[in-house]
């Protein structure tokens, strides 16, 4: 059985950094696009360029967009440092960025591989609303786009939302009403799927230099998550994107209308899921289904697959 073909849009992040890793093992990355979000796109850029120096990832990657559509950048430094990957030292990346821009990436791949290739959009989607309104059948070419982002319930920048989203709501919002077949795991599945102390501890005595220096990375971001919201586990937010192309049993997901807010007081980039007991129609007066929205995931199983997968690098 052929491999998933996926091109991941991300902003590493220690997170990313992960989903890049667990992807390179068991899909098929065509290519790595960065965009503004938990630090600038230039840290984001080197970030992503050597977690695959690290590894020896071979993909072609292209730097995005530095900033959202219309608000002011947001970043994640207290969570994820100065550097936007802090904790460990990374081997500086022989490669460069290609000279394309993230955007024209994106429609390149989608019309090369048209009807395979899912995008995974695990940081802010500020590339992906721009390649989707450059060209119009951009939704239409893609299997599917798999988003980190939003939460069925709290956020955690603010009460309402989550992070991703509130760095580019009207970016958020142009994907959900692209008409692209959308899978979405949020905050409500995400912060309690990572890695905890035992975790770290026995990547860093596996003596396997993948996983030794993941483990002082997420040793960091472990810290940061203890003090900043309270957090026994480094949530493994966007691996949870990535997970369901190699083990789709891990996930549980519900077909249902998801709304991006863009204009309340306190819940701008709230994503909306409707959870009720109602039929969602086109016709009636009830909104379409937009997204498969995860609701549970076995996460102990998941982040054993994920150690498993560190582990196979060495």
């Known amino acids: 059985m052929s491999k998933t073909k996926i091109l991941i849009d991300c902003d590493p992040g220690h997170d990313d950094a992960v989903a890049i890793l667990f992807a390179a093992q068991h899909l098929d990355v065509i290519g790595i696009t ?3 979000g938990n630090s600038t796109v230039e840290n984001t850029t080197r970030n992503a360029l050597a977690i695959t120096e690290l590894a020896g990832i071979d993909v072609p990657l292209a730097m995005g ?13 207290l969570v994820h440092g100065k550097g936007g990957l802090d904790g ?7 490669r460069q960025p290609l000279g ?8 390149d791949m989608a019309s090369q591989h048209r009807g395979e290739l899912v995008l995974a959009a695990i940081g802010p989607e500020t590339n992906v609303a721009l390649a989707l309104r450059r060209e119009p059948r951009l ?5 599917e786009i798999t988003v980190m982002g939003g939460s069925t319930g709290a956020g955690n920048i603010t009460a309402a ?3 991703n989203i509130y760095c580019d709501p009207e970016a958020a919002w142009a994907v959900f009403n692209s008409g692209a077949p959308i899978r979405m795991v949020g905050l409500n599945v995400t912060r309690r799927t990572g890695f905890d102390q035992n975790d770290i501890d026995v990547m860093k005595a596996s003596g396997r230099k993948v996983a030794s220096v993941i483990a002082d990375l997420m040793a960091f971001y472990l810290a940061r998550q203890r003090e900043r919201f309270g957090l026994d586990v480094a949530p493994m937010h966007d691996v949870c994107a990535i997970v369901p192309y190699a083990d789709p049993a891990l ?18 980039g709230m994503t909306l899921c409707d959870l009720r007991s109602v039929r969602l129609s086109a016709t009636g007066d009830q909104p379409a289904p937009n997204a498969l929205v995860a609701i549970d995931a076995n996460c102990q199983a998941l982040i054993g697959r994920v150690i498993e997968t560190l582990f196979s690098y060495d």
């Open 34 to 36: 960065t965009v503004h």
């Open 65 to 77: 967009c530095a900033g959202p559509l219309t608000q002011r950048g947001v970043c994640a430094s």
């Open 88 to 94: 460990a030292e990374l081997p500086e990346p022989k």
């Open 100 to 107: 394309t821009h993230a955007v024209d990436f994106i429609i």
């Open 139 to 143: 939704a239409g070419w893609l299997r």
């Open 161 to 163: 939302a989550e992070f």
């Open 251 to 268: 996930l549980e997901y519900r077909h249902t209308r998801v709304e991006v807010e863009l204009a309340g007081t306190h819940t701008r």
